[in-house]
């Protein structure tokens, strides 16, 4: 397990994770002062990091002992124990680099007197604020990314799906000519397939979209299907449309970059069951701009969301002007608005509540942590069905990357299960103009 090491904590690690302090193993934790002072001035609020900073307070307050500034709290069998340091002490060395005593510089005073303290033992500070890491290395302290829920493997978000080429020809008109499948050990494919992969096989005289059905554990052929008006334009558009529209699969991921129909999908599937679902909910994360938050806007909150809801109501419109205005599936999207039956408001709105009978899109879900995407999934009642979408290049969180966003996080933990599926989509469809941009710039 190697040497002790004692870790100091930042306020974003446990904003990012409440749990965090449970994460290191047998190592000790030291948590300054100062950060407890920031945490409290987040309590109050209805993001995710108000939510952390409030059940933090709650762990803390559960474990908490009378002597737990000098002598520390155990944390567990296992693992360290977590100590308060309230030694006001600002270093000479940290006081000459950094004259102005701001919380980030109070976090690196802790690191420097555990340093003459402890000189035979690692002490490093761990933060998901890149500068205050710099901060710290330029001081020759240690200083490391929180990387408990970082997710190692991102390839298989920079490329489509799998072709498999020179296919036994007799296997694939098999595969077309029998609705229930073929094996997939009579394919001998080269790669590891898991549940509810999908990829084209390609013969000397055929080619064919496929998908490993995870129920009945066999490889069948995917149709395009049509939904609401949208029909996938590319062999990834027909495998996300494939799983978003199979009652089998109650988890489904997509991911791609901007323009590559990720959102409009998701929508079109959604209407295209909609008398299977009670409700259907389309949510995305808040992300304010400018570093200014909601209360600067004018309105009450659904007023003040609205802005950023916009682009879930301009995936509506492309879907409604498919259709004529006195159309039977117009009527359909309206009655549902006015029924609350098609429902699109923040990812804040729904915490607490239980989905049932519901299918559920979040957008935008490479601005959630892990903890946010638990939290969500943990809504789904019987009869839920959870889609997550995001462009893991787009991220407009600070302390989060793409390795260590909810999105990448979940697929990571999910791939391989019987109810989960996860298509990538590479070719934008929005326009040529989309596509180059998103290419070139």
Do not use: W
């Amino acid at each position: 397990m190697g040497a002790k090491k004692n870790f100091v904590l930042d306020t974003n690690i446990i904003l990012h994770d409440y749990k965090c302090i449970y994460n290191f193993q047998d190592n000790d934790i030291y948590l300054p002062i100062v950060v407890l002072e920031e945490l409290d001035k987040f309590k109050k609020g209805n993001d995710q990091i108000n939510f952390n900073a409030r059940e933090f307070a709650r762990e803390l307050d559960e474990i908490a002992t009378d002597d737990m500034f000098e002598k520390g709290v155990e944390l567990g069998i296992g693992l360290g124990r977590l100590y308060i340091i309230t030694d006001p002490e600002y270093p000479e060395r940290i006081a000459k680099a950094f004259s102005e005593k701001i919380p980030d510089h109070k976090i690196l005073a802790a690191v420097e007197v555990l340093n003459k303290k402890f000189k035979n033992v690692k002490n490093i500070l761990v933060t998901k604020d890149i500068n205050l890491r710099m901060k710290a290395k330029s001081l020759g302290l240690l200083a490391e990314d929180y990387i408990t829920d970082k997710v190692t493997n991102i390839d298989i978000f920079e490329k489509s799906q799998e072709v498999f080429e020179d296919v036994d020809a007799d296997l694939i008109d098999k595969l077309y000519s029998t609705p229930t499948g073929i094996s997939l050990d009579d394919l001998k494919l080269p790669s590891h397939i898991d549940s509810n992969d999908c990829f084209i096989l390609k013969s000397s005289r055929s080619t064919v979209m496929a998908r490993y059905d995870a129920m009945t554990k066999m490889v069948v052929k995917v149709t395009k299907n049509k939904a609401f008006g949208i029909e996938g334009r590319n062999a990834e558009q027909a495998f996300a449309l494939d799983a978003l529209l199979n009652d089998d699969i109650k988890l489904v991921a997509i991911t791609g970059k901007a323009g590559t129909g990720k959102t409009l999908l998701a929508l079109a599937a959604a209407l295209q069951q909609n008398e299977r679902y009670k409700q259907i909910l389309l949510a995305r994360p808040i992300v304010a701009l400018a570093n200014k938050d909601l209360g600067f806007l004018p309105g009450d909150e659904k007023q003040k969301v609205a802005p950023y809801m916009q682009p879930l109501f301009d995936n509506l419109n492309v879907i409604k002007n498919q259709f004529g205005p006195t159309s039977k599936e117009l009527r359909i999207i309206e009655d549902m608005q006015k029924n609350n039956k098609l429902v699109i408001e923040a990812l804040a709105f729904i915490r607490g509540r239980s989905l049932s009978d519901t299918y559920f899109i979040a957008d935008e879900a490479q601005n959630l942590t892990p903890h946010e995407i638990k939290t969500i999934i943990t809504r789904a009642g019987e009869g839920t069905k959870m889609i997550f979408t995001g462009d893991i290049q787009q991220i407009d969180t600070p302390y989060l990357d793409m390795q260590s966003n909810g999105l990448v996080y979940m697929i990571d933990k999910m791939k391989g299960q019987d109810i989960f599926a996860h298509v990538n989509l590479v070719k934008g469809e929005r326009s040529s103009l989309s596509e180059l941009a998103s290419n070139l710039l």
